[in-house]
T-cell receptor, first 115, second 112 residues
Framework: DADVTQTPRNRITKTGKRIMLECSQT?????MYWYRQDPGLGLRLIYY???????NKGEISDGYSVSRQAQAKFSLSLESAIPNQTALYFC??????????????FGEGSRLTVL | QKEVEQDPGPLSVPEGAIVSLNCTYS??????FMWYRQYSRKGPELLMY????GNKEDGRFTAQVDKSSKYISLFIRDSQPSDSATYLC????????????FGQGTTLQVKP
């Protein structure tokens, strides 16, 4: 089984619908992240969390919200999806002990299409 | 201007070629530099990291940082078809928060 699991892997929805992307991890890491990947723009940070009680906005948080339900679970919600939120979404974790390496452990991604 | 700029390619080379992938960055405070590799339909994986200026070698891969010109490079020797992937450079400052700043990614195809 993958260390970082994202569900769903693919989702097609309509404008205005509420969407939740879920992430769970078995690495035991406190730090979790949501990134968005778009062609030509690379990966951009949406939200990050350093523990269950800590939530922080990233570079592009508008239109998104998150919930850290447990150390192992971090969900991303789009309250009212719009077409320019069509993208590939990645959940990631990191270990503070590997601070210098900048190593993030990514899930396999959730491809979201908003029509 | 993006903080990290990377030519998205695509880059196509024959098997055995030497590949050079490059990024520039704008903030001289950046200290840590990484290269991630992303295969199709997969998440990125850390390939190499370096601290400050200099070279780091790992098998066929060499990462190079030139802080004076704010330029980072990844060289792949004897490229193989299995090296076909998207390569993303990334960086962060001295206080690691996991808030990496990524380049756009360069798509590489190595043809047999």
């Amino acid at each position: 089984d993958a260390d970082v699991t994202q569900t769903p892997r693919n989702r097609i929805t309509k404008t205005g619908k509420r969407i939740m992307l879920e992430c769970s991890q078995t690495k035991g890491h406190d730090r979790m992240y949501w990134y968005r990947q778009d062609p030509g723009l690379g990966l951009r940070l949406i939200y990050y969390s350093f523990d269950v009680k800590d939530i922080n906005k990233g570079e592009i948080s508008d239109g998104y919200s998150v919930s850290r339900q447990a150390q192992a679970k971090f969900s991303l919600s789009l309250e009212s999806a719009i077409p320019n939120q069509t993208a590939l979404y990645f959940c990631a974790t990191s270990d503070p002990g590997l601070a210098g390496t900048g190593e993030l452990f990514f899930g396999e991604g959730s491809r979201l299409t908003v029509l | 201007q993006k903080e990290v700029e990377q030519d998205p390619g695509p880059l196509s080379v024959p098997e055995g070629a030497i590949v050079s992938l490059n990024c520039t960055y704008s903030n001289s405070a950046f200290q840590y530099f990484m290269w991630y590799r992303q295969y199709s339909r997969k998440g990125p994986e850390l390939l190499m990291y370096t601290y400050s200026s200099g070279n780091k070698e790992d098998g066929r891969f060499t990462a190079q940082v030139d802080k004076s010109s704010k330029y980072i490079s990844l060289f792949i020797r004897d490229s193989q078809p299995s090296d076909s992937a998207t390569y993303l450079c990334a960086t962060h400052g001295s206080s690691n928060t996991g808030k990496l700043i990524f380049g756009q990614g360069t798509t590489l195809q190595v043809k047999p």
